[in-house]
């Protein structure tokens, strides 16, 4: 089945220790999202990709970088996690901007 | 920053009974769309509405979208225990996708 995966499920790192969250889709669309989301709050767009053009959110902080090295996959670097970083972080895609999309199972980060 | 208020933000009900969400806005939208997300899940699509007025049913589920493409409504019938999860409305702002601030439901046995 097409789907959107993201590994590992559960991270966990330490404070400052830089971590790297892993996305993969084979639906083959062109646009990609993360998302970050603490507990029982909704999901906040970090930034995307459309193919290779990367688009970040004003208000995300620098400690989050993302790579896309080609369309199937996304990655996302947090340099140096802080305790506040500590989340649930969802992949998204969809075939175009503004088209419906579709999340993996997300990637629940603890920092300690 | 355009905002989607959801009401209840929490709702606890039994078995059988029905119940609704409420998501809220000043702005005007061209679509909304409902997800639900299951702990430890990704949200999933349940729907998209599209025309001021427009009702859509998926099964117990039934979804409106306010005459003014402001508001919608989510009602489910006769919830059951599989019905539990957060419920996010979400709306399209320039390509990007705006959350609702959720509401979380737990139906009990």
């Known amino acids: 089945d097409a789907m959107v995966i993201q590994n590992p499920r559960y991270q966990v790192t330490q404070f400052g220790k830089p971590v790297t969250l892993s996305c993969s889709q084979t639906?083959?669309?062109?646009?990609m999202y993360w998302y970050q989301q603490k507990s029982s709050q909704a999901p906040k767009l970090l930034f995307h990709?459309?193919?290779?053009?990367?688009?970040n959110e004003a208000d995300t902080p620098d400690n989050f970088q993302s790579r896309r090295p080609n369309t199937s996959f996304c990655f996302l670097d947090i340099r140096s996690p802080g305790l506040g970083d500590a989340a649930m972080y969802l992949c998204?895609?969809?075939?175009?901007?503004?088209?419906?999309?579709?999340f993996g199972p997300g990637t629940r980060l603890t920092v300690l | 920053t355009q905002l989607l208020e959801q009401s209840p933000q929490f709702l606890s009900i039994q078995e059988g009974e029905n119940l609704t969400v409420y998501c809220n806005s000043s702005?005007?939208?061209?679509?909304l769309q409902w997800y639900r997300q299951e702990p430890g899940e990704g949200p999933v699509l349940l729907v998209t509405?599209?025309?001021?007025?427009e009702v859509k049913k998926l099964k117990r589920l039934t979804f409106q979208f306010g005459d003014a493409r402001k508001d919608s409504s989510l009602h489910i019938t006769a919830a059951q225990t599989g019905d539990t999860g957060l419920y996010l409305c979400?709306?399209?702002?320039?390509?990007?996708?705006?959350f609702g601030t959720g509401t979380r439901l737990q139906v009990f046995p």
């Open positions: 990709y459309y193919d290779k053009d990367f688009n």
């Open positions: 639906l083959n669309h062109n646009v």
């Open positions: 998204a895609t969809s075939r175009f901007r503004g088209g419906e999309q579709f």
């Open positions: 702005s005007v939208f061209s679509s």
């Open positions: 509405v599209v025309t001021g007025g």
């Open positions: 979400a709306a399209l702002n320039t390509d990007k996708l705006i």
